[in-house]
């Protein structure tokens, strides 16, 4: 399963839900100009850890009531049809024992997409 590229207005909407599910981490600060167009600017807080293991991830989620969908890096909450993507060690830091997420994909899924990621479950 793969992503497409977010439109600016998707990516500022994934922010939003990633501030409303794991807490105020990211900014958005604006946009810069350059030969090929525009850019969002965004920040995040410095996070100091380690890398936290697929169980630690698959806890943390399982707090939020989602589930792991099978075979892939991502978690689906089927009441709210909210998926997680690109759950993987990477976008985590372990910080006193809790995996935070910093660089996860959230989206709200609906139609075909919601029936593909129900059979993953």
Known sequence: MALMPATPLEYLDRLALHNELFGRSVEFLGLVQSRGGYSLVTSQIFLRGSKPTVDDIARLMAAYD????????????????????????????????????????????????????SLWN
Request: overall charge neutral; glycine content about 6%.
């Open 66 to 117: 989602f589930q792991k969908l099978r075979g892939e890096n991502a978690y689906f909450r089927p009441n709210d049809r909210l998926a997680v993507f690109d759950a993987h060690a990477r976008n985590y830091v372990l910080t006193d024992g809790v995996p935070v997420p910093f660089d996860v994909i959230p989206q709200h899924v609906s139609g075909r997409m919601e029936a593909l990621l």
